[in-house]
């Protein structure tokens, strides 16, 4: 049996352009591209974090250093520049070898640069403090 999961996530980049009567795709930087290990034509979904719209599409090459983002297409419709979008791309790994993936987190900055790369867990680990928002009901 094969599963699918993470390989790979852009987390929190901008939205830098929206081509609407462009053919398709998402445009990244090559920057993020190489740090994040997604490749040109590899499909991506991307999860606006301004308004919950979540869409697949697939990436191609922006140019290296420019920060550029752009979605394209009917993604267009999707996003407004500025928004802060995930980019993440998945693969699928016989079970056999599940505990051998380790995904590649990249985190850019504002203009879309490379500030950091990890290689661990998504989500809250052991001894992160618990916070609970003050509108809950306890």
């Not at 609407?20 to 991307?46: K, T």
């Not at 661990?120 to 003050?134: F, I, K, R, S």
Request: net charge negative; proline share 6%.
């Amino acid at each position: 049996m094969f599963r699918t999961l993470l390989k790979s996530k852009i987390h929190r980049a901008t939205v830098t352009h929206c081509e609407l009567h462009y053919e398709g795709s998402c445009g990244i930087d090559e920057d993020l591209l190489d740090a994040s290990n997604i490749r040109p034509n590899e499909q991506v979904h991307i999860w606006n974090v301004n308004n919950g719209e979540r869409f697949i599409t697939y990436a191609i090459k922006s140019p290296r250093g420019s920060g550029i983002i752009s979605l394209n297409g009917s993604a267009a419709r999707r996003a407004s520049v500025g928004d802060l979008v995930i980019i993440a791309a998945f693969g699928m790994v016989h079970e056999d070898k599940l505990d051998e993936v380790v995904p590649r987190l990249v985190f850019p900055d504002a203009a879309n640069r490379v500030v950091n790369i990890r290689s661990e867990p998504a989500g809250p680990q052991a001894g992160d403090p618990v916070t609970v928002p003050l509108t809950a009901n306890l």
